[in-house]
């Protein structure tokens, strides 16, 4: 995502505040992530943030996962929140290609109850996926949108029976949904369109933010 670009988040939305303020309760480690995010980065609007939190740590409760991948720490935000419904002994893989902002991470990681339990990757994320062959109970991909119809056709493989498979911004801001020139809004129709063809994957597209997908993969 473009630094400055204005989303959903960004916008005048009361049924989207109402649902935010409705949902929690949000750990107090997590406004911190919040707060710094948004007096130390030049794009906070990447944060995954509170709703989509909320929804992140309900679904790896549910999960309950040993191992879990995230491509996109950012801040770190949606890592604390996956990190909510980890297993005992349960570990995050975390890919950032940032260094600022995987300093940051650490740092808010460090502050929370879960720094033992995040395994966090400085580099790309094409350097590190050979490295990361799981399997992994729950995927989070949170990256280069371009990138995305690429990730899946690595990840699926890497998701074990029943495992949860998340993509944040499949939406797009509305773009998904018409053909114009756009290339992620391209490649983000790509992902959802192979997620939901394949026949290993049951999906549901949250309208939530910009766009949840969350899929799982079949047992058999
Ligand atoms: C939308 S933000 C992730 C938000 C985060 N998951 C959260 O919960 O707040 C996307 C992040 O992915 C990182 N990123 C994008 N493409 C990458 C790549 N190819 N390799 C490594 N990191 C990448 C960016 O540096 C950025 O910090």
């Not at 297993?87 to 893989?93: H, L, N, Q, V």
Request: glycine fraction near 10%; charge should be negative; proline fraction near 8%.
């Amino acid at each position: 995502m473009m630094p400055g670009k204005p989303t959903q988040r960004d916008r005048h939305d009361p049924p989207a505040e109402y649902a935010e303020r409705m949902s929690g309760p949000v750990p107090d480690y997590l406004h911190r992530v919040e707060r710094q995010t948004y007096l130390k980065t030049v794009a906070p609007q990447m944060i995954t943030g509170s709703l989509q939190g909320r929804m992140l740590a309900l679904l790896a409760t549910l999960q309950h996962p040993v191992r879990v991948l995230e491509l996109g720490t950012f801040t770190g935000y949606g890592t604390l929140c996956l990190a909510e419904g980890l297993a005992t002994g349960g570990t995050i893989d975390t890919v950032e290609g940032n260094p600022e902002m995987a300093w940051l991470a650490e740092r808010h990681f460090a502050d929370s109850p879960f720094a033992d339990s995040i395994n966090l990757h400085v580099g790309q994320i094409s350097d590190w996926l050979p490295k990361l062959t799981g399997p992994f109970d729950l995927i989070y991909v949170d990256a280069d949108k371009q990138s995305y119809p690429y990730y899946f056709g690595i990840l699926v493989d890497r998701l074990r029976p029943g495992g949860l498979l998340l993509a944040d911004n499949v939406l797009w801001d509305g773009k998904v949904g018409s053909k114009g020139p756009d290339p992620d809004a391209a490649a983000l129709r790509e992902y959802n369109r192979l997620v939901l063809e394949d026949p290993r994957l049951e999906v549901v597209v949250l309208p939530i933010r910009d766009g949840l997908s969350v899929a799982r993969k079949s047992l058999v």
